[in-house]
């Protein structure tokens, strides 16, 4: 116990706050995702609010991933891991889900940040920092062009008929994961809490403690319950 306790009381409890409130956000968005495309439950607002609410949980997973991977010794070791999750999420939605698979989702892009990051890290932050705004301005342009090939997916150039329910290209989101490890050396760089406030128990925290398992088995339970109650329903 007071080993775990020690554990918990070297995080930085801001981190872990966080990533469990984009956890929150993330799942209420699968959640509704669900409802919307699997029983063609109406969602209001679902391509305005709903998407950007979805986006926005995105977009604090990678810039909390960019600031611990400045937190890490190994980000080759982490990056392959999640990179190889990513890849058995994609055959397991390929079994399923044949239509519209995951194809370069978050967890490859995060994978695949974490190991780029592990060779630039060295490089001076003005570099990084002008290198990640050329990365996003890219994503834009790459967004916009559309080639007959899916070599290209992992860089954001599709077809006009590419579908997938979970795409995060590099271009831009590795420069979302870049600024964060930005942060990560600037604001961070004692690794400490910069709040000055001692560890605290909470919920959000100790999902943040473990964003991976959660976000691994919440989509499973979540489809699991929704049958369930759809099928008792009928």
């Known amino acids: ?134 990365i996003i301005f890219l994503g834009y342009i790459f967004n916009n062009i559309y080639l007959n090939t899916w070599l290209l997916i992992p860089f954001g150039i599709t077809s006009l008929d590419f579908v997938s329910m979970d795409f995060y290209p590099l271009f831009p989101w590795f420069g979302v994961f870049l600024i964060g490890t930005i942060i990560g050396k600037t604001v961070y760089k004692e690794k400490k809490s910069i709040l000055q406030k001692p560890y605290r128990k909470n919920f959000l925290s100790f999902l943040g403690r473990h964003s991976l398992i959660v976000y691994l088995i919440h989509q499973p339970i979540f489809l699991l319950i929704l049958y369930i109650i759809f099928n008792i329903k009928n």
């Open 1 to 134: 116990m007071k080993t775990l306790q020690n554990t918990h009381a070297s995080r930085i409890w801001e981190i872990d706050f966080l990533r469990g409130l984009a956890l929150i956000l993330m799942m209420l968005f699968h959640l509704l995702y669900d409802l919307c495309y699997f029983y063609n439950i109406n969602i209001p607002y679902w391509n305005s609010f709903w998407t950007l609410e979805g986006k926005l949980s995105a977009i604090l997973f990678m810039i909390l991933a960019g600031i611990s991977s400045t937190f890490s010794k190994n980000n080759l070791k982490r990056g392959f891991r999640i990179f190889l999750i990513g890849m058995a999420l994609s055959l397991g939605t390929y079994i399923f889900m044949p239509s519209e698979y995951i194809r370069f989702g978050i967890l490859h892009m995060l994978g695949s940040g974490m190991i780029i990051y592990y060779f630039i890290r060295n490089l001076p932050l003005t570099f990084i920092f002008i290198l990640s705004l050329i």
